[in-house]
């Protein structure tokens, strides 16, 4: 099977993305089983000998995390379930992101060698994301008529509201793409539509509360500003300041929570417990600097604020209310909220090497600007600043769904970069 003889992978894409808008809206953890459905045409479409180093800098990495399960006090079986009776999953978190990592692979490596434009495909892709975009801006609009929807299979109180907050995110991650195509367009009609595509993520953001998303809607923006100013090498600058905000992590960080607490900033109380969750990961990277505390070690540090004084102190300077026992909660409820910082607590000096490598690797893989084209490095700015916003206050660095709408994404716009580029 190959693009010569009639199939082009364009195709599978679209095809996937026909189960984005169901996938996202049922919490979007279905994004990992989404990728891997995506990846197994892909293994027809690979060119298997041109595997390099790019590909073996993420490897690896993934497979020094998957080995620091060896030390790290959480532990799973690594199956669970019968897949007869549909509950079958995988439990162990590196043979997880591990199996992440390779369907990630095929399925950019799949992009790549899809040839020609395919408008079709990719005209599918980009109505899928704008129809998401529409369904949770009026679930934002109609919120209690969004929770009733939700009700017959899910817990309008606890599980409805976050499944909304993950969809909305999902979205914040799509939306470059449809602000890239649309620089497709010959002006003036290219900065109304990118503008459109903006504004419906801002005003999506804004009516679902996502603070995060509506963080990445700024930083999108510094995003592309940074490729417009720097058209030779803007991508690289925004990848070097991710690896520089991974190796700052451990110092910057734990400073957040005595600044914020002492100039009083108006911060709603889930960033809150962020910066003080940041602390105690960071005291956590001291202990073990050079190989971390194993992957998901951080779900078993229970200590509570009665443990950390000094915490305390600022916590309860930071509210004003004073009839919370302070002292019995959990500083850091299940993973540090900072893939930079729990990649240093879990996987040591050695995880954040690796992980320096892939995006120095990454950077100088990158096509010159002039054979990318605007639409696909407006694309690809935006997906960095949007993916930097959920990377640093959002989700697990294991959490595979995440990973998946990422590379889910970046797969459009390989698909955007197929068609032809535009000045």
Not at 103 to 112: D, E, N
Not at 118 to 138: E, Y
Not at 153 to 182: K, M, Y
Not at 324 to 349: C, D, F, S, V
């Amino acid at each position: 099977m190959s693009e010569s003889r009639g199939f082009s992978y364009a195709i599978v894409l679209a095809a996937a993305f026909l189960l984005w808008i169901p996938v996202a809206l049922f919490g979007a953890g279905g994004y990992s089983a989404l990728l891997a459905l995506t990846a197994i045409p892909a293994i027809f479409f690979v060119r298997y000998r041109s595997f390099g180093w790019l590909s073996a800098a993420i490897l690896a990495l993934v497979v020094w995390a998957a080995i620091s399960t060896l030390w790290s006090a959480e532990s799973d079986a690594i199956v669970s379930g019968d897949l007869a009776e549909g509950n079958f999953g995988v439990n162990a978190a590196g043979l997880r992101i591990v199996l992440t990592a390779l369907a990630s692979l095929l399925v950019i490596g799949a992009g790549l060698r899809i040839r020609g434009p395919n408008r079709i495909a990719l005209g599918v892709i980009l109505l899928v994301i704008t129809l998401h975009g529409i369904s949770m801006l009026l679930m934002g609009i109609f919120p209690d008529t969004a929770l009733g929807l939700y009700a017959p299979f899910s817990d309008p109180v606890r599980e409805a509201p976050q499944n909304i907050l993950r969809s909305t995110n999902a979205f914040s991650l799509a939306v470059p793409v449809l602000i890239g195509a649309a620089w497709m367009l010959p002006s003036p009609w290219r900065f109304l539509a990118s503008g459109s595509a903006f504004l419906l993520g801002v005003m999506t953001f804004l009516l679902v509360r996502s603070d995060v998303a509506l963080l990445g809607s700024i930083l999108v923006l510094l995003a592309i500003g940074t490729v417009f100013l720097f058209r030779q090498n803007g991508l690289r600058i925004l990848l070097g300041v991710v690896g520089a905000a991974i190796i700052a992590a451990p110092v910057i960080l734990p400073a957040a929570a005595p600044v914020a607490v002492r100039n009083e900033l108006p911060l709603p109380s889930s960033t809150k417990s962020r910066i003080f969750a940041w602390s105690l990961a960071a005291k956590k990277v001291h202990e073990r600097p050079f190989v971390g505390h194993g992957i998901e070690a951080s779900k078993e540090w229970r200590e509570t604020f009665a443990d950390e004084p000094e915490l305390l102190a600022l916590m309860r300077q930071s509210t004003d209310l004073t009839d919370i026992p302070w002292e019995k909660y959990r500083i850091l409820p299940g993973h540090p909220h900072n893939m930079g910082l729990q990649l240093w607590a879990e996987t040591g000096l050695v995880g954040v090497i690796l992980a320096c490598t892939v995006l120095l690797l990454l950077a100088l893989a990158l096509p010159p600007p002039s054979s990318l084209g605007m639409p696909v490095t407006i694309a690809a700015a935006g997906l960095i600043g949007a993916s930097f916003s959920l990377f640093s206050l959002s989700y697990s660095l294991w959490n595979e769904a995440f990973w998946a709408t990422v590379v889910l994404v970046a797969a459009a716009i390989v698909l955007l970069y197929r068609q032809k580029p535009q000045a």
